[in-house]
């Protein structure tokens, strides 16, 4: 059973931005902790973005500066708000703790960044 809902994907083109959300089943907090990883066909899933307990935020080099990871704590809820997309970007995005153990997977979101 899955743990999260991930919805906000699109097809856009580069340059484009867009929302992503991530709603926690009641067993998870987000406020604990959470990330965003992503994962591109042929390649493995990544972690891009993550959100700790402080409120700290780590991103990867290639998202950075172009990714903004938030939290609402209330609505248990994670978003990705993603602007300046590229083409590469393009893959299926999903939300999971930052560190093992992870849990259960939604079914992501897909991101397509195309001209």
């Known amino acids: 059973q899955a743990d999260f809902v991930e919805s906000g994907g699109g097809l856009v083109q580069p340059g484009g931005s867009l929302r992503l959300s991530c709603a926690a089943s009641r067993n998870i907090e987000v406020a604990y902790g959470m990330g965003w990883y992503r994962q591109a066909p042929g390649n493995q899933r990544e972690l891009v973005a993550a959100i700790y307990t402080s409120g700290t935020t780590i991103y990867e080099d290639i998202v950075r500066g172009r990714f903004t990871i938030s939290r609402d704590n209330a609505k248990n809820t994670v978003y990705l708000q993603m602007n300046d997309l590229k083409i590469e970007d393009t893959a299926s995005y999903y939300c999971?703790?930052?560190?093992?153990?992870?849990?259960?997977w939604g079914q992501g979101t897909q991101v397509t960044v195309s001209s």
């Open positions: 999971n703790k930052p560190t093992r153990p992870l849990s259960n």
